[in-house]
């Protein structure tokens, strides 16, 4: 529809101006669709196709102004658009060399109306032209960038899926004990209480035979985690809070700076899994502080409450140049939310790296005094 419009102005302006133009009146005609109607190819999408019809193009507004000086302004529109589309799809090399035919004519031309005509047209389409390398530029940036985002979000889906997979790994021998001691002693209260009413010994039945096949499915489940994880790895129990000491101990000698472990509130023995997920967090927390702040000195402190175990990791080291959302946050992170607590890093005060974890817990005798009340 542009190149049509533009066609219908060229043609109408030969006919308005048809007496005062040099040549043919025919060939004026041709030369003022020649001029226009290629635009509605250089505005399509095939490259080989604009290429050619900006050539043809930009050759008939070329003999249009220098043998007849009948260049119409639609001719002209339909030039400056050429060139734009050119730049905006990246041909600059073609674009330049739409612009130059008018240079020359400019420096070489003895007639001071098409003189003119050229300076004027190379200085548009020049303009026409940066325009459209400016948003070929702006496009392309943006799409690379856009790019980059789909490619960080990826890394990170993958490193949270691969930090889940191992927290699934490290708590399938916690659960599987909680299960497999809900089998036994129910199978244990069927078998030894005297006078257990029929009805009661089947329901005892039915909870050990729902255990075992809870136990069979989560083992069925994480199966494929379970032999990913011990290739070439020899099991160990899951470590916890009481192995926080020998931790901190290894860190301070292998870091060669001052850790200290502090302790505070009522102790108790906890969930295993509130366990694993405070004792990881710290031990990612130390590593992260070997490598963004050697010989820096580290403060571990756990804080017992009655409804939350308190975790805090704290170096006087620079701190953070800007965010920090690494792998080793992202796990912590995960690790916390899998247990319904919360995680911040930031700046510490005073300077430095803080690291806190806020984890929901309830003592492990307050849990089996809970399981064994009436109901």
């Known amino acids: 529809m542009v190149a049509v419009v533009l066609a219908v102005l060229a043609v109408s302006e030969v006919l308005v101006r048809g007496g005062h133009l040099a040549g043919g009146f025919a060939a004026l005609l041709l030369l003022a669709l020649a001029s226009t109607l290629p635009l509605s190819f250089v505005l399509g999408t095939g490259r080989l196709a604009r290429s050619c019809a900006a050539v043809a193009l930009g050759a008939a507004c070329v003999l249009s102004l220098v043998p007849f000086g009948g260049l119409t302004v639609g001719g002209v529109g339909a030039q400056l658009a050429c060139v734009y589309v050119l730049g905006r799809a990246g041909a600059t090399r073609l674009g330049g060399l739409s612009v130059l035919p008018y240079v020359v004519i ?34 392309t940036a943006q799409a690379h960038s856009a790019t980059e985002r789909a490619f960080a979000d990826t890394l990170l889906e993958h490193a949270a899926r691969g930090e889940r997979a191992r927290i699934a790994r490290e708590l399938h021998d916690v659960v599987a004990h909680h299960i497999s001691m809900i089998a036994v002693q129910a199978e244990t209260a069927r078998l030894t209480t005297p006078g257990l009413p029929s009805e009661g ?30 290739t070439g790895v020899q099991r160990r129990p899951q470590p916890g809070l009481r192995q926080l000491m020998e931790l901190v101990d290894e860190s301070r000698d292998a870091a060669g700076s001052r850790t200290r472990f502090i302790v505070s509130g009522p102790v108790a023995s906890l969930d295993p899994g509130i366990e694993v997920t405070a004792y990881r967090i710290v031990q990612e927390a130390l590593t992260n502080t070997r490598r963004h702040a050697p010989g820096a000195a580290v403060d571990v402190e756990l ?43 930031g700046p510490a005060p005073g300077g430095g790296f803080l690291v806190e974890a806020r984890l929901p817990v309830a003592p492990v005798e307050e849990a089996e005094e809970t399981e064994e009340a009436p109901a």
């Open 303 to 345: 804080r017992y409450g009655d409804k939350e175990l308190a975790v805090r990791v704290r170096d006087n080291g620079p701190g953070p140049a800007a965010d920090v959302t690494g792998h080793g946050l992202l796990g912590m992170r995960e690790r916390a939310a899998t247990v319904g607590g919360t995680l911040r890093t």
């Open 201 to 230: 010994a089947t329901r005892l039945l039915a909870i050990g035979d729902t255990a075992r096949t809870a136990l069979t499915e989560m083992r069925r489940l994480l199966g494929v985690l379970r032999e990913d994880a011990d």
């Open 106 to 139: 400019a420096l070489a031309s003895h007639e001071e109306p098409t003189r003119i005509v050229a300076v004027l047209v190379a200085t548009l389409a020049s303009a026409a032209a940066a325009t459209g390398i400016a948003h070929h530029v702006r496009s």
